[in-house]
Protein backbone atom coordinates (compact mmCIF):
# COMPACT_ATOMS: atom_id res chain seq x y z
CA UNK A 1 0.00 0.00 0.00
CA UNK A 2 1.25 3.46 -1.14
CA UNK A 3 0.91 6.36 1.34
CA UNK A 4 1.06 10.14 0.55
CA UNK A 5 4.92 10.12 1.94
CA UNK A 6 5.42 7.47 -0.99
CA UNK A 7 6.61 5.14 1.54
CA UNK A 8 6.13 1.54 -0.59
CA UNK A 9 6.16 -1.53 1.51
CA UNK A 10 8.66 0.77 3.77
CA UNK A 11 10.86 2.15 0.75
CA UNK A 12 10.43 5.78 1.21
CA UNK A 13 10.31 7.16 -2.24
CA UNK A 14 9.94 10.19 -1.35
CA UNK A 15 12.59 11.09 0.94
CA UNK A 16 15.13 9.77 -1.04
CA UNK A 17 14.40 12.22 -4.39
CA UNK A 18 14.76 14.97 -1.67
CA UNK A 19 18.17 13.58 -1.39
CA UNK A 20 18.98 12.39 -4.95
CA UNK A 21 17.30 15.35 -6.55
CA UNK A 22 17.52 18.68 -4.59
CA UNK A 23 16.57 21.01 -7.66
CA UNK A 24 13.08 19.16 -8.71
CA UNK A 25 13.84 18.51 -12.18
CA UNK A 26 14.70 14.56 -12.54
CA UNK A 27 11.47 13.51 -13.09
CA UNK A 28 11.25 15.76 -16.07
CA UNK A 29 14.75 14.68 -17.24
CA UNK A 30 13.73 11.28 -17.31
CA UNK A 31 10.62 11.93 -19.07
CA UNK A 32 12.65 13.36 -21.72
CA UNK A 33 15.60 10.63 -21.50
CA UNK A 34 12.02 7.89 -22.11
CA UNK A 35 11.14 10.60 -25.48
CA UNK A 36 14.46 9.70 -26.73
CA UNK A 37 15.00 5.88 -25.97
CA UNK A 38 11.63 4.40 -26.21
CA UNK A 39 11.84 3.26 -29.44
CA UNK A 40 15.04 1.51 -28.13
CA UNK A 41 13.40 0.40 -24.91
CA UNK A 42 13.82 -3.43 -25.50
CA UNK A 43 17.55 -3.10 -26.28
CA UNK A 44 17.78 -1.53 -22.60
CA UNK A 45 15.42 -3.93 -21.46
CA UNK A 46 18.04 -6.69 -23.12
CA UNK A 47 21.06 -5.64 -22.07
CA UNK A 48 19.90 -5.34 -18.55
CA UNK A 49 19.82 -9.72 -18.74
CA UNK A 50 23.19 -9.71 -20.81
CA UNK A 51 25.35 -8.40 -18.05
CA UNK A 52 22.95 -10.57 -15.69
CA UNK A 53 23.81 -13.51 -17.59
CA UNK A 54 27.53 -12.64 -17.66
CA UNK A 55 27.42 -13.01 -13.69
CA UNK A 56 29.70 -15.51 -11.96
CA UNK A 57 27.93 -18.23 -10.63
CA UNK A 58 24.46 -17.84 -11.81
CA UNK A 59 22.34 -20.41 -10.51
CA UNK A 60 21.01 -21.16 -14.12
CA UNK A 61 22.10 -20.25 -17.71
CA UNK A 62 20.60 -17.50 -20.00
CA UNK A 63 19.90 -18.17 -23.57
CA UNK A 64 19.53 -15.91 -26.54
CA UNK A 65 15.66 -16.68 -26.32
CA UNK A 66 15.62 -16.76 -22.96
CA UNK A 67 17.15 -13.58 -22.49
CA UNK A 68 14.61 -12.08 -24.71
CA UNK A 69 11.65 -13.20 -23.00
CA UNK A 70 12.85 -11.71 -19.67
CA UNK A 71 13.52 -8.95 -21.71
CA UNK A 72 9.81 -8.25 -22.53
CA UNK A 73 8.77 -8.72 -18.94
CA UNK A 74 10.76 -5.99 -17.52
CA UNK A 75 9.52 -3.63 -20.20
CA UNK A 76 7.26 -2.09 -18.12
CA UNK A 77 9.36 -1.90 -15.18
CA UNK A 78 11.75 0.28 -17.79
CA UNK A 79 8.89 2.57 -18.87
CA UNK A 80 7.46 3.18 -15.21
CA UNK A 81 10.90 4.70 -13.98
CA UNK A 82 11.63 6.77 -17.00
CA UNK A 83 7.82 7.98 -17.25
CA UNK A 84 7.47 8.89 -13.84
CA UNK A 85 10.43 8.31 -11.50
CA UNK A 86 8.29 10.03 -8.82
CA UNK A 87 5.71 7.12 -8.90
CA UNK A 88 6.20 4.45 -6.17
CA UNK A 89 4.86 1.62 -9.09
CA UNK A 90 8.50 1.43 -10.60
CA UNK A 91 9.95 0.78 -6.75
CA UNK A 92 7.10 -1.89 -6.24
CA UNK A 93 8.07 -3.87 -9.11
CA UNK A 94 11.33 -3.16 -7.99
CA UNK A 95 10.71 -4.83 -4.68
CA UNK A 96 9.44 -7.67 -6.60
CA UNK A 97 12.43 -8.33 -8.25
CA UNK A 98 14.87 -8.23 -5.30
CA UNK A 99 12.25 -10.42 -3.50
CA UNK A 100 12.92 -13.36 -6.91
CA UNK A 101 16.27 -13.03 -7.11
CA UNK A 102 16.64 -13.40 -3.36
CA UNK A 103 14.69 -16.21 -3.10
CA UNK A 104 16.88 -17.64 -6.33
CA UNK A 105 19.87 -16.86 -3.91
CA UNK A 106 21.32 -14.34 -6.97
CA UNK A 107 23.65 -11.96 -5.03
CA UNK A 108 22.55 -8.18 -5.08
CA UNK A 109 25.56 -7.40 -7.17
CA UNK A 110 24.64 -8.87 -10.45
CA UNK A 111 21.05 -6.76 -9.88
CA UNK A 112 23.67 -3.65 -9.64
CA UNK A 113 25.61 -4.99 -12.61
CA UNK A 114 22.49 -5.28 -14.46
CA UNK A 115 21.00 -1.68 -13.81
CA UNK A 116 24.40 -0.73 -14.77
CA UNK A 117 24.33 -2.11 -18.14
CA UNK A 118 20.51 -1.15 -18.77
CA UNK A 119 21.71 2.63 -18.01
CA UNK A 120 24.38 2.81 -20.00
CA UNK A 121 22.67 1.58 -23.21
CA UNK A 122 20.04 3.97 -22.47
CA UNK A 123 22.38 6.55 -22.29
CA UNK A 124 24.18 5.30 -25.67
CA UNK A 125 20.95 5.28 -27.41
CA UNK A 126 20.00 8.86 -26.33
CA UNK A 127 23.25 10.28 -27.43
CA UNK A 128 22.59 8.95 -30.81
CA UNK A 129 20.00 11.17 -30.98
CA UNK A 130 21.11 14.32 -29.20
CA UNK A 131 24.59 14.75 -30.97
CA UNK A 132 25.95 18.37 -31.27
CA UNK A 133 23.39 19.34 -28.15
CA UNK A 134 26.35 19.61 -25.63
CA UNK A 135 24.36 20.96 -22.73
CA UNK A 136 21.33 19.07 -23.26
CA UNK A 137 23.81 15.80 -23.22
CA UNK A 138 25.72 17.10 -20.47
CA UNK A 139 21.94 17.64 -18.49
CA UNK A 140 20.39 14.51 -18.89
CA UNK A 141 23.44 12.73 -18.71
CA UNK A 142 24.01 13.96 -15.05
CA UNK A 143 20.31 13.34 -14.74
CA UNK A 144 20.76 9.21 -15.76
CA UNK A 145 23.55 8.44 -13.61
CA UNK A 146 21.12 10.24 -10.55
CA UNK A 147 18.25 7.97 -11.52
CA UNK A 148 20.45 5.05 -11.91
CA UNK A 149 22.10 5.46 -8.02
CA UNK A 150 18.57 6.29 -6.91
CA UNK A 151 17.38 2.66 -8.38
CA UNK A 152 20.37 1.21 -6.62
CA UNK A 153 19.34 2.44 -3.60
CA UNK A 154 15.90 0.94 -4.06
CA UNK A 155 16.83 -2.18 -4.76
CA UNK A 156 19.79 -1.93 -1.38
CA UNK A 157 16.61 -0.72 0.71
CA UNK A 158 14.20 -3.69 -0.60
CA UNK A 159 17.06 -6.14 0.26
CA UNK A 160 17.70 -5.11 4.00
CA UNK A 161 14.17 -5.22 4.60
CA UNK A 162 13.94 -8.84 3.39
CA UNK A 163 17.26 -9.53 5.40
CA UNK A 164 15.53 -7.77 8.32
CA UNK A 165 12.42 -9.39 8.39
CA UNK A 166 14.39 -13.10 7.73
CA UNK A 167 16.53 -12.21 10.78
CA UNK A 168 13.06 -11.73 12.59
CA UNK A 169 11.89 -15.21 11.61
CA UNK A 170 14.58 -16.79 13.01
CA UNK A 171 14.93 -15.25 16.27
CA UNK A 172 10.84 -15.96 16.54
CA UNK A 173 11.91 -19.11 15.60
CA UNK A 174 14.75 -19.66 17.87
CA UNK A 175 12.32 -18.38 20.32
CA UNK A 176 9.80 -20.88 20.07
CA UNK A 177 12.35 -23.18 20.40
CA UNK A 178 13.76 -22.20 23.46
CA UNK A 179 10.06 -21.92 25.32
CA UNK A 180 9.63 -25.86 24.16
CA UNK A 181 12.99 -26.63 25.63
CA UNK A 182 12.02 -24.92 28.99
CA UNK A 183 8.19 -26.32 29.01
CA UNK A 184 10.04 -29.97 28.78
CA UNK A 185 12.41 -28.87 31.73
CA UNK A 186 9.44 -27.55 33.45
CA UNK A 187 7.47 -30.66 32.77
CA UNK A 188 10.27 -33.23 33.72
CA UNK A 189 11.08 -31.18 37.38
CA UNK A 190 7.50 -31.06 37.82
CA UNK A 191 7.13 -34.64 37.61
CA UNK A 192 9.76 -35.76 39.42
CA UNK A 193 7.95 -33.05 42.21
CA UNK A 194 5.06 -35.19 41.98
CA UNK A 195 6.75 -38.55 42.54
CA UNK A 196 8.83 -37.20 45.36
CA UNK A 197 5.33 -36.44 47.03
CA UNK A 198 3.65 -39.78 46.61
CA UNK A 199 6.65 -41.34 47.88
CA UNK A 200 6.32 -39.19 50.97
CA UNK A 201 3.77 -41.38 53.02
CA UNK A 202 5.25 -44.21 52.39
CA UNK A 203 8.62 -42.96 53.73
CA UNK A 204 6.94 -41.22 56.91
CA UNK A 205 5.01 -45.08 57.45
CA UNK A 206 8.53 -46.77 57.26
CA UNK A 207 10.47 -44.40 59.63
CA UNK A 208 7.61 -44.62 62.03
CA UNK A 209 7.85 -48.22 62.05
CA UNK A 210 11.77 -47.61 62.60
CA UNK A 211 10.87 -45.70 65.52
CA UNK A 212 8.36 -47.49 66.71
CA UNK A 213 10.78 -50.68 67.26
CA UNK A 214 13.46 -48.66 68.19
CA UNK A 215 10.86 -47.92 71.17
CA UNK A 216 11.04 -51.66 71.67
CA UNK A 217 14.26 -52.38 72.46
CA UNK A 218 14.93 -50.66 76.01
CA UNK A 219 11.11 -52.85 77.25
CA UNK A 220 12.98 -55.90 76.00
CA UNK A 221 16.82 -54.97 77.76
CA UNK A 222 15.08 -54.27 80.80
CA UNK A 223 12.59 -57.62 81.24
CA UNK A 224 16.03 -59.48 80.75
CA UNK A 225 17.78 -57.62 83.33
CA UNK A 226 14.21 -59.03 85.95
CA UNK A 227 15.30 -62.76 84.38
CA UNK A 228 18.51 -62.59 85.71
CA UNK A 229 18.09 -61.23 88.75
CA UNK A 230 15.41 -63.86 89.39
CA UNK A 231 17.82 -66.74 88.36
CA UNK A 232 20.68 -64.84 90.50
CA UNK A 233 18.39 -65.35 93.83
CA UNK A 234 17.36 -68.89 92.62
CA UNK A 235 20.56 -69.72 92.26
CA UNK A 236 21.72 -68.05 95.49
CA UNK A 237 18.66 -70.37 97.63
CA UNK A 238 20.09 -73.88 96.09
CA UNK A 239 23.59 -73.16 96.91
CA UNK A 240 22.04 -72.13 100.78
Known amino acids: MVGETGDQGGVDLKGRLALFDPEGTLADDCREIWALIEDGKSEVARQFWIEYARSPGLPFPLDEAKIDALAERILPYVEAKYRDISDPAWVEMAGQYVAAATGANVPLTILFAGIAAASNKGQEIAARKIVGEHERALRLGQSATRATLLEVDVYGAHFDRLRAAGEQDRRKAQGAEFNQEIMTVVD ?38 VAMREAAQTAAGLIM
Open 188 to 225: RTAGGSRKVRAQAPEASAAARGMLGKTSEVPAAAEQAA
